[in-house]
Every structure is written in structure tokens, then in C-alpha cells.
């Protein structure tokens, strides 16, 4: 198939699946070009991606320069559930449709990440496995280790995912408290989870899981404000966006021992964004802090399902028909 004889182009900005043949199976299957790409920057974005009619984007940033320089794009597909890469507000403006995909491609999936990272930033795991690699077999090599019974597990933000972590870290006898201010607190405790005001959460948790998606008002939650009333012997977990919790200011809470220790899925300087990243950061150098990549969302299962979510719902906007999981409400915007 030629480009002049596609019914359109749609770009992958970016992918780290390896291939995209799932997506070009959809896309070529329905009559539409498919170009795949690398992109690391808005005016990449903007190289690539200026004349085609659709863009699926995984880690790349479709910001308001991207947006106005489009000449025919009428869909942004997120490959995932966040939209924080996307100036939603710009593509309305322009009445480009913007896709995600909804919360349960992979909600088993983080939700089983997260109390993973608590439990092994709780019982030592990755310092007694460095130790005993390195000829050291002795129990005291973890302490000090509390019991996780009786102890407050709270959580910052209680939407679908959030509330199947809880599920899970109930079994182990902990309390499970949770802030969300948009969350009736009736609602809250329904699901035998106490509701809590955002100091009660930052003061009282011994185990604290982020599970907040990233929006202006979120950026730097956790910066050393936070981080100094927390409890010296205090663990958190990020599972949501990394820039929730400012680098800097988490690695002077653990390296002066305002917080016992941190098990993070995502950095604030996001690595899969860059072109050529090394590991520089000074977080990785600490014992008590367990980094995984951005990996809390995968499954083969969780990858598949989103990678076809995304092109098909490119696909359907382009055909005329409604996006099942639309971000925006493009009626009063204006075509490119």
C-alpha cells in the first residue's frame, strides 16, 4: 500500500515493544499507513508527525507546539492511562480526539507491583539478597524489620486500582487508610478503608503508596515539605507518575533518615523519555531504596491488550466512529 493510496497515515511517536505489528495489523487492515518512529522531543514529534492523520503515543510529549503545527491529525492514542504527556486542552482547541486506555488493561497488573515493592522494602528483600550475594548470611543484616501487622498502610488516592491494592494489603493485617478529595468519604469506607485528610496521611501512614495520577496539582506532592513529616521509620511506594515525588528531595529524607526507605516504579526525571540515559541518578547508590523501571503495568497479557486498545481506537476516530475511552470532548473544537 501507498501512502497515496492509504485512506490516511497514522505515526507511532513511540514504542518500546520491540515490533509493532500488532498495530500495524489494525492500522494496514483498515486501509491506513502506518509509520513508526522514535521520538524524543516535541519538535521530533513535530518532524514526524506534522501531515499525518493519527499519532499513538507511549512516553512521547504531543504538547501545544506539536498540536498547532498538525495540518491534519484528527486522533492522539495513548498507549496507557495517563494523559499527562498530551496537552488535552490544545487537541480540544484544534478538535483532536484524545484516547486513553481505561484503568483495567492493568489494574492486576500494578496492583500486585505495588504490594510487591512494599513488601520487599518492608522485609529487606533486595538488602538480605545483596548481602548474602556477597557472603554475609545473617538475619541482622536486614534490621531493623517490623511487623506489618497493626501497622497504618495508607494510600494516596483511591480510584480502581488503588482500591484492588487495598484488597490485597488488607489480608496482612495492616489498617488502610486513604485520601481522595474526590471521593465522597462514604465511599471510602464501603471498602473498609478509613478516610483521611492529606496530614493525617503524610503523619500516620507507615507505609505509604502513591497511586495518584500526575496533574499540575500533584507535581511534587512529595518534595522535603512532605517528606519531613512523615515518620522516621515510614517506607513509600510510588506506583504512579515519578515526578509526584521530587529526586532530590527523597534522596536527602533517606540519606538523612527522615524516612526509613522507598520503593519507586518510575524516577522523576522519567528515563524511557530521554535519548541516551545513564543511570546518574544518586538514588541508585542508596541501600534503602528498591528503583524499577516503569514496569508496574506489565504482563504479556496487560502489553497486548493496550497496544491493540490504542490502535484501534485510532482507527475508529478516523473511520467516524466514537473513541470507547475519549479524554476530551471535542465538539466545540475546530478541525485543523
Known amino acids: 500500500m501507498t501512502r497515496t493510496e492509504a485512506r490516511g497515515t497514522i505515526l507511532i ?3 518500546d515493544f520491540g515490533d509493532v505489528d500488532i498495530e500495524r495489523a489494525i492500522a494496514e487492515g483498515a486501509g491506513f499507513e502506518l509509520l513508526a518512529a522514535q521520538c524524543k522531543s516535541e ?22 507546539r506539536a498540536i498547532d503545527a498538525f495540518t491534519r491529525c484528527r486522533v492522539i492514542a495513548r498507549y496507557g492511562t495517563g494523559v499527562d504527556i498530551v496537552d488535552v486542552a490544545a487537541a480540544t482547541r484544534r ?8 484503568n483495567e488493561w492493568c489494574a492486576d497488573e500494578v496492583a500486585d507491583h505495588a504490594v510487591a515493592l512494599w513488601l520487599a522494602a518492608a522485609r529487606k528483600i533486595c538488602v538480605y539478597d545483596r548481602a548474602t550475594r556477597q557472603g554475609t548470611w545473617r538475619w541482622q543484616s536486614g534490621e531493623p524489620i517490623w511487623r506489618l501487622r497493626g501497622r497504618v498502610f495508607g494510600l494516596l488516592s483511591f480510584g480502581f486500582i488503588a482500591r484492588l491494592i487495598a484488597e490485597r494489603a488488607r489480608v496482612f493485617g495492616v489498617e488502610v487508610w486513604a485520601h481522595d478529595p474526590f471521593l465522597d468519604e462514604s465511599e471510602i469506607r464501603s471498602c473498609q478503608v478509613r478516610p483521611v485528610s492529606f496530614d493525617e496521611l503524610v503523619e500516620g501512614a507507615d507505609y505509604l503508596v502513591i497511586q495518584a495520577p500526575l496533574t499540575p496539582q500533584t507535581h511534587h506532592t512529595f518534595d522535603r515539605a512532605t517528606f519531613r513529616r512523615m515518620k522516621p521509620t515510614a517506607i513509600l511506594i510510588n506506583t504512579g507518575r515519578g515526578p509526584i515525588v521530587e529526586d532530590t528531595a527523597i534522596y536527602q529524607a533517606l540519606t538523612e533518615g527522615w524516612i526509613a526507605g522507598a520503593a519507586l516504579d518510575d524516577l522523576e526525571e522519567e528515563p524511557a523519555k530521554q535519548r541516551g540515559w545513564l543511570p546518574r541518578s544518586p538514588l541508585f547508590t542508596l541501600p534503602n531504596v528498591i528503583v524499577t523501571p516503569h514496569a508496574a503495568y506489565y504482563s504479556e497479557q496487560a502489553i497486548r491488550t493496550v497496544r491493540r486498545f490504542a490502535a484501534e481506537e485510532a482507527v475508529r476516530v478516523l473511520t467516524g466512529q466514537p473513541a470507547r475511552c475519549p479524554v476530551n470532548d471535542v465538539t466545540a473544537g475546530s478541525r485543523p
Open 13 to 15: 511517536a513511540d514504542f
Open 43 to 64: 519538535d521530533e514529534v513535530i518532524e514526524k508527525g506534522r501531515d499525518v492523520d493519527g499519532v499513538l503515543t507511549q512516553y512521547a510529549r504531543v504538547g501545544s
Open 95 to 102: 478538535g483532536i480526539q484524545v484516547t486513553n486506555a481505561p
